[in-house]
């Protein structure tokens, strides 16, 4: 349903990518009164319909009336509930899911007694609010206000459960511990199958039938112990073969549970491993700055004999070759004639297949300055080899055997780096020249990319990162015009003396290594000061920028666009909804410093968002801004005019005036008053992987208090 | 104080630096320099469970402005990451000092050509 306006012709064409079908089922609904039709290829993939599926047959009210009929209705979380229930039959522990979402208990006991009264007819009118789940997941999501109360998610779960729950763990009987990690277990496989979204587009994952088993388990599991034993359930697997009788029995089986998931991001933290990581650790590997984990290949054959929840193994079969014969060997007949035994620098792709890789860089480490990056293996540090080992768990051991917090000097590596094919150039060419003429390149004939050839051996010498930061204070440092910001953004000044490139304007260089709360501040202050010192244009660095929260991202992106209509991404969940997060959300944070590095005002952007929405900038009126997501539709159907329009007139108004004696200095001033500043990002490997965001966020954080105590007792710092 | 830092109420993780660099370069705001990004596009939040410990969990996808998957789709062999305009490995290392980095050489080159 939200999806409805951005159908253009663009989207019909990506329609037909099976890739994007294949995410798209069970989001049928939100394609299906688009304007193309497309709910035809989308459906019709879709066999078993959804509910998600009617939803859009019910409800397709024209829009006006929607919008308003949307703020009547009930909030949106009571049909996420109903849903929730008719999806499992009955209600999954209720205080379990979600409870930040769902803050009044006395309506959320209302709802559960009307569901308990449901009929048939009911049902029609419980899919047509479906539609608003996405809705209310991504208010949450954009909440800003609440994100910035800073409360303790740990208390979302009132203190007394938790304290029940670990009085159960030390004083309670045997049948307590029993309960109580049952109890736990229950609510971790509720808000899996209510929150997990699955990539493959629930292809790999059936949420429904997810909870169903794991009930089936439960009935099972308090019958007798024999008679499970015939029960062909999946949780006979995952759950620990001790059953939940221990701390660490449940810890186990919760472990499986999300391993099952086949997810690299999804995992389940005990107390401790969470409090680990909230102090953050050591450098990484051998303190260098770079982190290592076991290859995903050589994870393979573990995941092989671990019991998965996938549901469509025909999709498998159809869609992936099978892991170790197909892409691997088609890789090998590509591999180059000189690897393995005629050149000892070479290694083949199947040789480093179960070699640690390099799963992320921390910005201004020795590691990156060598020039470490993600996908990197590594082969040998001083004299230990890792080319013997064969299964996961070696590797694992060897790596925690060199991951420690104070290594000091340099370390000696042999990392192998990928080769990759000619042909993978990752510009490719959308147009094939014949005949004199460019004609665009046919799908199908879209050469593969990235094709590995394998990985060629080098030595280098890592100075640790406690090394390099000695080694930094005693250097000269060169002091470059206008320099500053701190360990999350930082930026100078690249005048032409600067650089060791020719270049004639002073150009703005911002680093941004991670995404956080602090980091948008800084942006626009680096962007403030850059321009006071006069820079032209700008360079704005996310190399080995490994992410961060999705919500910073977006609104230091939104201080260089000007329409508030133009989309910063758009977000699928797992309950289908399909969502363009817009820049005028965004505007309507008062953190946002309005329209940089152009020559309009800054309050250009801000000003139109005022005059077509007041309520965004108001605190709490927040409404979903998804009907005015293409700007086709503003134009056609209410005759709002986008920002951009009002540039263009001004430019033909010059031109047709003055045709007959055009003034070209008025017209170059229309257009340099409507100029942006050239801004380039750059990106790499490591651009975008978020493995450890969290903890590099609270290292830094514990530098900050370090310093300040420091600074009190006046060491400095 | 370090807790109530993190646990902060509805974060939600996701490799933030690639929906930056793809929504300013999805309307036409930057050029991208470099080399094909991870290509990750999950978005993750830890949910708190009844034991004090954490649920983290993938509970989005985001898709560019364009409409293209950063994640690979499934198990299908499918492009993932998202890639630059103008090509440059930083595989030769990020000094630091800025000014003699290969790949901010290219990007004032990108920079020059576009008049800016």
Known sequence: ?717 | MLISFYATRYIYLASAAEVFASSLHDNGRVALVGSKSFGKGLIQHTFPMPDGGGLRLTIAEYLTPSLQHVTRVGEAKYDSGIKPDVRCDSKQGIPQNIGADLCVGVALDVLESQGG
């Open chain 1, 1 to 717: 349903m939200f999806g409805q306006y951005i159908m253009d012709s663009s989207v019909a064409t990506r329609m037909t990518n099976p890739a994007f079908i294949s995410v798209a089922r069970g989001q049928c609904s939100y394609y299906s009164s688009g304007i193309l039709h497309p709910q035809k290829i989308l459906c019709s993939f879709d066999a078993p319909s959804s509910p998600f599926c009617t939803t859009s047959l019910h409800s397709v009210p024209n829009n006006e009336e929607r919008s308003i009929k949307r703020e009547r209705r009930k909030p949106a979380w009571i049909s996420l509930l109903l849903t929730a229930s008719l999806l499992f039959g009955s209600f999954p522990n209720f205080n379990g899911i979600d409870e930040h979402l769902f803050d009044n208990k006395a309506l959320a006991l209302e709802v559960v007694q009307t569901n308990n009264k449901n009929t048939a007819d009911d049902t029609v009118d419980i899919f047509k609010s479906t539609s608003k789940l996405s809705d209310q997941l991504f208010k949450a999501m954009s909440n800003r206000e609440s994100s910035s109360s800073s409360m303790d998610s740990l208390q979302n779960i009132p203190t007394n459960k938790k304290q029940r729950y670990w009085d159960s763990m030390e004083h309670g009987t045997q049948e307590d511990i029993l309960s109580a990690n049952e109890k736990l277990v229950d609510h971790a496989v509720a808000t899996v199958s209510t929150m997990y979204y699955d990539s493959s587009g629930g292809f790999n994952f059936d949420s429904q039938e997810f909870y169903k088993k794991w009930k089936q388990f439960r009935q099972s599991f308090h019958v007798s112990s024999s008679e499970k034993k015939n029960n062909e359930n999946d949780f006979e697997l995952l759950v620990d073969i001790n059953g939940l009788a221990s701390r660490d029995d449940v810890v186990k089986t919760l472990k499986s549970i999300v391993s099952s998931l086949n997810d690299r991001y999804s995992k389940y933290l005990t107390r401790e491993e969470l409090r680990m990581e909230l102090e953050g650790g050591d450098n990484g590997f051998l303190g260098l700055g770079a982190l290592v984990d076991v290859s995903p290949s050589s994870s393979e054959y573990e995941t092989q004999a671990l019991p998965t929840l996938m549901e469509n193994k025909d999709f498998d079969k159809a869609i992936s070759r099978p892991i170790q014969g197909g892409v691997s060997s088609f890789i090998q007949q590509l591999t180059l004639p000189t690897s393995s035994k005629s050149d000892p620098t070479i290694l083949s792709t199947s040789q480093v297949s179960n070699l640690p890789v390099i799963t992320a860089i921390i910005p201004d480490t020795s590691a990156e300055r060598v020039g470490l990056v993600v996908g990197d293996r590594i082969v040998q540090v001083g004299e230990y080899k890792f080319t013997g080992l064969t299964n996961k768990q070696q590797v694992q051991k060897a790596l925690d055997h060199f991951s420690a917090k104070d290594y000091f000097g340099k370390a000696d590596v042999t990392i192998a780096k990928e080769v990759d094919s000619l042909q993978s150039a990752d510009v490719d060419n959308k147009y094939v020249f014949e005949n004199g003429m460019y004609y665009p390149k046919p799908k199908r004939q879209k050469s593969p990319e990235n094709i590995v050839l394998g990985y060629k051996i080098s030595h280098v010498n890592i100075p640790t990162t406690l090394t390099a930061t000695l080694d930094a204070k005693n250097e000269q440092k060169s002091n470059p015009s206008v320099v500053g910001g701190d360990n999350i953004v930082h930026y100078q000044l690249l005048s032409p003396n600067d650089s060791i490139f020719q270049h004639s304007n002073t150009v703005g260089y911002i680093r941004l290594t991670r995404f956080s709360r602090s980091s948008t501040t800084g942006f626009i202050s680096a962007i403030n000061s850059l321009e006071e010192a006069g820079a032209q244009s700008y360079i704005i660095d996310v190399r080995n920028n490994y992410g961060g929260v999705i919500q910073e991202a977006m609104m230091t992106a939104s201080s260089l666009l000007r329409d508030p209509h133009s989309v910063l991404c758009y977000t699928l969940n797992a309950r289908g909804g399909f969502k363009p997060q817009e820049n005028q959300e965004y505007i309507s944070d008062p953190l946002y410093n309005g329209y940089l590095l152009s020559s309009e005002a800054k309050s250009v952007a801000r000003d139109q968002v005022r005059k077509e929405h007041p309520d965004y900038l108001e605190d709490g009126g927040w409404v979903s801004p998804t009907s005015y997501a293409s700007l086709r539709e503003l134009r056609m159907t209410r005759g709002i005019k986008p920002a951009h329009a009002a540039s263009i007139e001004d430019l033909e108004n010059a031109a047709m005036l003055d045709k007959k004696d055009m003034d070209i200095s008025q017209l170059a001033e229309i257009m340099s008053r409507k100029s942006q500043k050239k801004v380039v990002v750059l990106i790499n490997e490591g651009t975008g992987e978020s493995h450890i965001c969290l903890y590099m966020f609270i290292l830094h954080i514990a530098h900050i208090i370090l310093c300040y105590t420091l600074h009190i007792l006046s060491i400095g710092c």
